[in-house]
T-cell receptor
Framework: QKEVEQDPGPLSVPEGAIVSLNCTYS??????FMWYRQYSRKGPELLMY????GNKEDGRFTAQVDKSSKYISLFIRDSQPSDSATYLC????????????FGQGTILTVHP | SAVISQKPSRDICQRGTSLTIQCQVD?????MFWYRQQPGQSLTLIAT?????????ESGFVIDKFPISRPNLTFSTLTVSNMSPEDSSIYLC????????????FGPGTRLTVL
């Protein structure tokens, strides 16, 4: 079993839709939960991170962590074609603080 | 956040040869890392580049195959040695400052094809 599981998609939505991206993880020691966006032929870009459980909002993006169910979510409101990218969840903390563990990434396409 | 550049951005190499990838950060960082991202796959950590000492390698990666240097707080190199087609991948450098690894930022990657 992978430490972080993410549905690779692809996910295709119309412009303006609400997008929900999700990951599950197995190591209860993880404390930090990150979402990265990666455009084609570019490096990953950190969107936001959450420490422990709870929600965090940044503009159209909301990250949500439920440690009881080991579930990580990213919501994108009013999605735009420019949001089309691969979204990667990642975790850190626990016994290997210096290491990020990534999900496989979900390919998102927002069509006009 | 700091900006990371990598050279080369891409290369096509023959099997049995070696390639050195350079990573430059525009400000000092506490930690630097090297990742591999195979087509359609997630990022896999190769090693942590330690300043002035040997890198710390993850399971499945060895120094003879992926020697790493980090002479100062802003520069690191990764060499892919004795390459085979299975080494074809994107190699990414990343850095993190005092805030911690959860605020890690990445370079644009080096796209390597081995024939």
């Amino acid at each position: 079993q992978k430490e972080v599981e993410q549905d690779p998609g692809p996910l295709s939505v119309p412009e303006g839709a609400i997008v929900s991206l999700n990951c599950t993880y197995s190591n209860s020691a993880f404390q930090y939960f990150m979402w990265y966006r990666q455009y084609s032929r570019k490096g990953p870009e950190l969107l936001m991170y959450t420490y422990s459980s709870g929600n965090k909002e940044d503009g159209r993006f909301t990250a949500q962590v439920d440690k009881s169910s080991k579930y990580i979510s990213l919501f994108i409101r009013d999605s735009q074609p420019s949001d089309s990218a691969t979204y990667l969840c990642a975790t850190a903390g626990g016994t290997s603080y210096g290491k990020l563990t990534f999900g496989q990434g979900t390919i998102l396409t927002v069509h006009p | 956040s700091a900006v990371i550049s990598q050279k080369p951005s891409r290369d096509i190499c023959q099997r049995g040869t070696s390639l050195t990838i350079q990573c430059q950060v525009d400000s000092q960082v506490t930690m630097m890392f090297w990742y591999r991202q195979q087509p359609g796959q997630s990022l896999t950590l190769i090693a942590t580049a330690n300043q002035g000492s040997e890198a710390t390698y993850e399971s499945g990666f060895v120094i003879d195959k992926f020697p790493i240097s980090r002479p100062n707080l802003t520069f690191s190199t990764l060499t892919v040695s004795n390459m085979s087609p299975e080494d074809s991948s994107i190699y990414l450098c990343s850095g993190a400052g005092l805030a911690g690894v959860h605020e890690q930022f990445f370079g644009p990657g080096t796209r390597l094809t081995v024939l």
